[in-house]
């Protein structure tokens, strides 16, 4: 079952490429159930302090506009989180249903959120995938972006 968006619904016309009806906004607070849902459904896998919730209010405390959602009619169908600390650009928890995929929604949102980081002075956007993803390694290299050289490392603060 698809989570459906509560809110009016603005018609949008499809840039070229993504479908009829898709609009990209911001999240909103109502939308908090619908992501948790979809990021339960897409990132089954998630670490145990990965709890979309405590994800979600984290992020509204920092650069809450670069949160986006993707919406196809009522139902809503996609995210993107991103940042921007000055040097780099980085985008989080892109995440499509998957009776949605290969449709354009998740290029949409990666093409949203790099404007968005663009307009910022952005001048270079991270992102990290799971090694042996290879069905979204091939997303993002199509995309543009390219795999580098280096460790990603990480220390859990709380």
Same mark, same amino acid.
């Given at each position: 079952?698809?989570?459906?968006? %509560? %809110? ?8 070229? #490429?993504?479908?009829? #009806?898709?609009?990209?906004? +911001?999240?909103?607070? *109502?939308?908090?159930?619908? /992501? &948790?849902?979809? !990021? ?5 896998? *998630?670490?145990? !302090? ?11 405390? /920092?650069?809450?506009?670069? @949160?986006?959602? +993707?919406?196809?009619? *009522?139902?809503?169908?996609?995210? +993107?989180?991103? &940042?921007?600390?000055? $040097?780099? #650009?980085?985008? $989080? ?6 009776? @949605?995929?290969?449709?354009? /929604?998740? +290029? ?22 799971? *090694?042996?993803?290879? %069905?979204?390694?091939? @997303? ?6 390219? %795999? ?11």
């Amino acid at each position: 079952m698809l989570p459906r968006a %509560t %809110t009016a619904r603005t018609p949008v016309s499809a840039p070229r #490429g993504l479908p009829r #009806g898709l609009e990209i906004r +911001a999240y909103r607070e *109502s939308d908090e159930a619908l /992501v &948790g849902r979809l !990021w339960r459904a897409v990132f089954p896998e *998630s670490s145990g !302090w990965n709890i979309p919730e405590q994800d979600i209010a984290r992020k509204l405390t /920092v650069q809450p506009d670069l @949160f986006l959602v +993707a919406c196809l009619d *009522s139902s809503l169908v996609g995210t +993107a989180m991103g &940042g921007y600390d000055g $040097h780099r #650009g980085w985008a $989080h928890l892109v995440a499509v249903h998957p009776d @949605f995929r290969r449709r354009g /929604v998740g +290029a949409g949102l990666m093409r949203r959120l790099e404007e968005a980081l663009g307009a910022l002075g952005c001048p270079k956007v991270n992102l990290q995938v799971r *090694s042996g993803n290879e %069905t979204v390694i091939e @997303f993002y290299r199509k995309l543009g972006y390219t %795999t580098e050289e280096r460790v990603s490392m990480g220390k859990r603060l709380a």
